[in-house]
Structures are given as C-alpha cells and as structure tokens.
C-alpha cells in the first residue's frame, strides 16, 4: 500500500498478497487491487458494484468479452467521496485491469511495505548493508508504525488481578472492549490494531476468563452484577471518564450495566451480536431457560455440553461460510482455560445468573431511550445463539441505530475483520468520537 485509500481496512505500508484466479468472479465487498495504463501506481478499493457482461449490461465500445466477465465499481475506504475519477477516463473497470484480489485480513504484512515507500522515496539502489542508505532508511521508521504495538497489561482492582490488552495512543478517545463466552480478550487480537490508529483500544479479561486471576481467598461470587463492579472497578482504575464500548455476547449485559451506572462515560455502543431484547434470544436458550426455572442438580447437568470442546468450536465454525479459515489456536485457547480446574462451576453459575440480565432489559432500554447514545449493531446474520431479531430490536429504542450484517456467524470478527473494523471507525467517525 503506497496510499492510505484503504484506511482502515488496511493502512500505507501494508504488504498485501493477492490471488486472481480466471474462474473466480468478483463480489461486492471484495478488496481489490488495479491498474489502469495511463496511472502512475496500482490502487486498492473495495468493490462496490458489479456487473456481469454476458447477461446484464450490452455496452458500446467495449472489447468482445468471454462469458462471466464483469464491469467493477469501486472506490477506497478512507473517504465518502466518488473515487471515478481515479479511472483515467472510463467509467468502469473491466477485468482485465484488475491485478489480483486480497484474500482476507489474514493475507497481508502490516507496514511492511514501508520498506518499499522508502527506497522510492529516498533511497538509490544498493546494498543493504549496515551503513547503506536502505538500512539507514529502514531503521529511522519507528517499531510502532512498521508493527501496530498491542501491549499486555495487568492491574489489581476489586481484589482481583485484572488482564488486558491495550492499544493506541493515551490521548485518543478510548473504545472498551467487552467480550463473551467463553472467550477473552484474545478475540480482539486483530480488531485492537484495526483501531489503534485512531483509538485507544482496552479490552479486559473478565474475571473466570482467559487470564484474569481471582485469588480463592477472595470468595468472588460470578454474577453479572460483580462482573461489571469489577469493570467498573478497572475503568476506575485506569481513569476512564468517556468511552465508547464494544459489547458482544457476556460483554453486552456487562456493558449495559456498566452504561446504567455511569449513563455519562458511554460515547457510543458497538453491539456484535450483543443482546438486549427477548427477541434476540435464539432456541440455544430454551435448555438453559429450564435451568432458569428449576436449578436442579440434574437441569444444571443437562448444560454441561456448553462446556465441550464440540461446543466451543462450533460457537466458531457454524454460520461461517469457510469455517477453515478460522485458526484453531481460538476455540482451543477458550477450551483449555475453561478446563481448569473449577471453572465449568463458574460457567454454570453464569448460565444461571443471565437470567437477571433478561429481568433488566426493560431498564436497559430506558437507558437508551432516555439518552440516545449512537448505536451500530453489526451482527453475524448466521448466529443461533443472539439471532437477527436482536439486532434490528434496537431501532425501536435508539430509532437511529445503524444496522449492518455480515455472512458470519456467532463469533463474526475471525473471517469479518476488514468490514467490521472499518465500519466501526466509520461510525464513530461520523458521530464524532
């Protein structure tokens, strides 16, 4: 990337890898890489239309073309303007200007194009030697712009050890992360250096997840209610007064509560298949519901499966159209710190504790009617578990709510990363955050 037409899906400097199979059409959404003769440098937009030549459009002037060739319109990320003019005349591009297509936010190197840029800019062929000009060129580019930093934090609050990751500058306006079960902070890996360019980005690990410790002296009961003392504990902490949040899952309950208690701090609420109406709830709830209801030892067994490894994986996989995509450290990381010792109990307490989260939906929906925060719900249109109806559920609260959703399911960031980071930026953005 010699520009930043792509921002935030990608940023200048970043090394792409691209494919152009013949026989693979192009979609709307794909990231796309041209070059038309006449222009200085190939340019990277994001597909925005198509059309297919061989049954939809008959246009004069244009070459004979085989079947399936298509017309593109595309333009680049980082701006609301029409990028036609970048075409050298034409009003569409045809295929045969396309160089390749980006393979997911997993096929690239970040910033380290830079490299690159520099040689052109500044630099003469040579040998990269310790005293060459490239290695002087090369070296004077900062860590953190050739590598988006993500730091790993701990900090002691509510008698707990608290893990979190942390990205951005300390100036920027902050976006808190919220995740959901029975992940951890490691599900925004990616999305924290997405957002880092214009946020600080600060995602815990709730306590019974991932890599928060909670001493057994502390006798902490797992109810969402000291979930989210414990987060407001750590806001606190980290001196926190204004911040958007990112809520997903557990993560919504915990920030909805977090929202009621201090209605001032929340800038904006991202949910990703984080609910906040009945109409959410999937039938994956109808079992625990019985649990609700009569929490006997035998209706507490029933839910055991939810703490499966068969589970956890399929909380990844189903509604993914490539579900081979989505690296498996993921779902294995969540199962192996849900195997510890004790911590199927903590997960059963939960199961039966987000009932109070149902009990305070109406309250939750105060909040939003009485405040009008700006609200994006960008869902996984596939998920069983928080289910479409959810999403749009939202608009009869916060009647401005943006609703977007993307072909994935439950955890939509690992095969969604570029449309949902890029939207979110886009939205807070426009709503001046």
């Given at each position: ?53 061989s049954t939809t459009l008959k246009i004069p002037g244009l070459d004979k073309k085989a ?234 067994k029933n839910l055991e499966f939810l703490t499966k490894f068969e589970t956890t994986k ?95 399911g439950h955890f939509a960031l690992e095969n969604h990363l570029d449309e949902i980071s ?12």
């Amino acid at each position: 990337m010699t520009s930043g037409s792509m921002e935030p899906a990608f940023y200048r400097g970043d090394l792409l890898f691209l494919t152009n199979p013949s026989y693979e059409k192009y979609r709307t959404g794909d990231i796309t890489v041209y070059k038309i003769p006449g222009a200085d440098i190939p340019i990277v937009h994001r597909v925005m239309e198509t059309h297919d030549l061989s049954t939809t459009l008959k246009i004069p002037g244009l070459d004979k073309k085989a079947p399936g060739d298509q017309l593109l319109l595309t333009k680049g990320d980082n701006n609301p303007v029409d990028d036609i003019d970048l075409y050298q005349g034409l009003d569409w591009l045809e295929q045969k200007h396309i160089v390749g297509k980006v393979r997911g936010h997993s096929r690239f190197l970040p910033y380290v194009g830079y490299v690159t840029i520099a040689m052109r800019v500044s630099v003469t062929p040579c040998r990269a030697s310790s005293k060459s000009k490239l290695w002087q060129a090369t070296a004077a580019i900062p860590m953190t712009m050739l590598y988006p930093e993500t730091h790993i934090r701990t900090t002691k609050v509510d008698g707990l050890e608290i893990f979190y990751r942390e990205a951005g500058s300390k100036d920027a306006p902050v976006v808190l992360l919220l995740h959901g079960f029975p992940s951890s902070s490691h599900q925004f890996r990616d999305l924290l250096t997405r957002l880092a360019g214009n946020y600080r980005v600060i995602a815990p690990d709730l306590p019974g997840f991932g890599f928060t410790r909670v001493p057994e002296s502390r006798n902490y009961q797992y109810t969402f209610e000291n979930l989210t003392k414990t987060v407001e504990a750590f806001v606190d902490d980290l001196g926190l007064h204004k911040y958007a949040i990112y809520i997903f899952d557990y993560g919504a309950p915990v920030g909805l509560r977090l929202a009621l208690s201090r209605p001032s701090a929340i800038t904006a609420i991202v949910s990703q298949n984080g609910n906040a109406f009945e109409a959410g709830l999937g039938d994956f709830w109808n079992v625990i519901r019985v649990y609700w209801v009569d929490p006997t030892p035998e209706n507490g067994k029933n839910l055991e499966f939810l703490t499966k490894f068969e589970t956890t994986k399929s909380q990844y996989e189903s509604g993914e159209a490539h579900p081979e995509r989505i690296p498996p450290e993921t779902y294995h990381l969540d199962q192996a710190l849900m195997d510890r010792p004790g911590n199927k109990d903590i997960q059963l307490d939960l199961f039966y504790d987000y009932r109070t989260n149902v009990t305070l939906y109406p309250a939750f929906h105060e909040f939003l009617r009485e405040h009008q925060p700006p609200v994006l719900a960008i869902w996984g249109k596939n998920d069983a578990i928080f289910i479409p109806p959810g999403a749009e559920a939202f608009k009869s609260v916060v009647p401005k709510t943006e609703v977007h959703f993307v072909d994935g399911g439950h955890f939509a960031l690992e095969n969604h990363l570029d449309e949902i980071s890029s939207r979110i930026v886009d939205f807070l953005k426009r709503n001046g955050i």
